[in-house]
């Protein structure tokens, strides 16, 4: 009973399922993700492995979905992801004086923004994140992450808008911020929303389409 309690004590990396004791602190060292208990983290694919070749039943939320499973938020994150990833090459920032020069997000990145950098890593990040999570459970437990790096670009955004960067005392910068910077804020508030409900509920599992079996053919209820 002793052995048993102080398994459950342990924590781990939602992301990269690193255990830890309590002691060793809040967050993953690697991933940079806050910690969980262990009892909270769906099983593993191990797991769920083993489980199917015992003809153990599968719970719905643990049952793998097809790779092109788009409900649940899967699929408008990923379409997001992308549209996020061209945005970073879109129109961010026009310059009208001291020289006409229109600026992307890479162009501004490559030069003195190099902190831009962050968001473009992060939807870079959720797409193979998104595409890699196979079942609802999985979905749910990258919630925090993928709220993470989703909302990265949107932080950079406000800090372009809110703190213009400061002026040099012997040449005045006219700019004007463009269309490409407001597109970018826009699709990272809609992907930091998506990604806080990411998997969706658990009372409700008929989008996930028939109940799923055994191995001897019997219905998981």
């Known amino acids: 009973m002793r052995y048993a309690s102080e398994v459950q004590e342990l924590f781990a990396c939602p992301f990269c399922r690193e255990l830890f004791t309590p002691v060793e602190g809040p967050r993953c060292p690697q991933c940079d993700v806050e910690l969980v208990p262990l009892r909270r983290l769906p099983p593993s694919l ?24 788009w409900r649940r938020g899967r699929g408008a994150l990923f379409v997001l992801s992308c549209a996020g ?3 970073f090459f879109s129109p961010w920032v026009e310059i009208t004086s001291p020289r006409t020069v229109t600026l992307s997000g890479f162009d501004l990145a490559r030069g003195t923004a190099g902190w831009l950098w962050g968001g473009a890593l992060g939807y870079f990040l959720l797409v193979p994140l998104v595409l890699s999570r196979r079942s609802v459970w999985q979905l749910r437990g990258a919630r925090v992450i993928a709220t993470v790096f989703a909302a990265m670009t949107l932080v950079e955004v406000a800090m372009l808008a809110l703190v213009p960067p400061a002026q040099h005392r012997l040449v005045k910068v006219v700019f004007e911020l463009d269309w ?7 699709v990272s508030v809609l992907a930091t929303a998506i990604s806080v409900r990411l998997g969706g509920g658990l009372r409700d599992m008929r989008d996930l389409g028939p109940a799923p079996q055994t191995s001897d053919g019997e219905l998981v209820h």
């Open 85 to 87: 990833l061209a945005l």
């Open 46 to 69: 191990d797991v769920l492995s083993d489980q199917a070749a015992r003809g153990e039943p599968v719970s719905p939320e643990d049952v793998r979905l097809p790779l092109t499973f």
């Open 180 to 186: 490409g910077l407001y597109a970018s804020g826009l």
